[in-house]
Structures are given as C-alpha cells and as structure tokens.
Nanobody, 125 residues
C-alpha cells in the first residue's frame, strides 16, 4: 500500500504562483495531479510517467503548469504559474495504475489509479 502526502496548497492572488509537492512512500511509475472544485467533477490536470518523465497536460492548465518528478525522493511536483480564480480547487495527487496499465500512464483516468492523497487546497482570488 502506497501512502501519498501532499503539500504546498495556499491562498494566492491571481497571477501568482505555487508549487505543490506529493511524496509517495513507494515509487510508482504512473503519477498524476487532479483537481476538484465545489459542484464540479474531478478533472485531470497533468499526468506523468516516472520512467522517462513523459508528461501530458490538459487544456485548462496547458502552458501554465508543469509536472515533474524527483525519483530519488519519490516526489512529484506541480509548478503552477499565472494562477487564475478558476484554478481554485482541491488538488489531489494520484499514483499507481490499476488493471496492468503501467505502460499507459498518460492515458489514465481517475478510476485507473490505485492510490490517492488527502488533497491540498489552492485558492486564487
């Protein structure tokens, strides 16, 4: 069982930046960041394969957010720049693929991950 601990959420003014961190107790190949605002569905933000650090970004954050990993620390980061009020949400780290999908990290949806963090709140105003 993998434990995920997120940190870095805060309140920030529009246009500002934050960096979220997610540290896993055990290395996994597939990692991702999701977010969920009140009354809205959970959505994918950015996905990562720790093998080769290939990445995928979704339209709402493309060109503003960067996902990266420090494999030696079992940590994945989400650098968020040019924050907008619509970025306000709980941000969740996800890790580990189900169903033998470890070769398809960049195609995973929320139901394909084994492990989830508690979430960290980002508020932009």
């Amino acid at each position: 069982h993998v434990q995920l601990v997120e940190s870095g959420g805060d309140s920030v003014l529009a246009g500002g930046s934050l960096r979220l961190s997610c540290t896993a107790s055990t290395r996994t190949k597939c990692m991702g960041w999701f977010r969920q605002a009140p009354g809205k569905e959970r959505e994918r933000v950015a996905l990562l394969s720790t093998g080769g650090q290939s990445t995928r970004y979704f339209d709402s954050v493309k060109d503003r957010f960067t996902i990266s990993t420090d494999n030696a620390k079992n940590t994945v980061y989400l650098q968020m720049n040019s924050l907008k009020p619509e970025d306000t949400a709980m941000y969740y780290c996800a890790a580990g693929s189900r169903y033998g999908l470890s070769n398809y990290c960049l195609s995973l949806g929320q139901y394909d991950y084994k492990y989830w963090g508690q979430g960290t709140q980002v508020t932009v105003s």
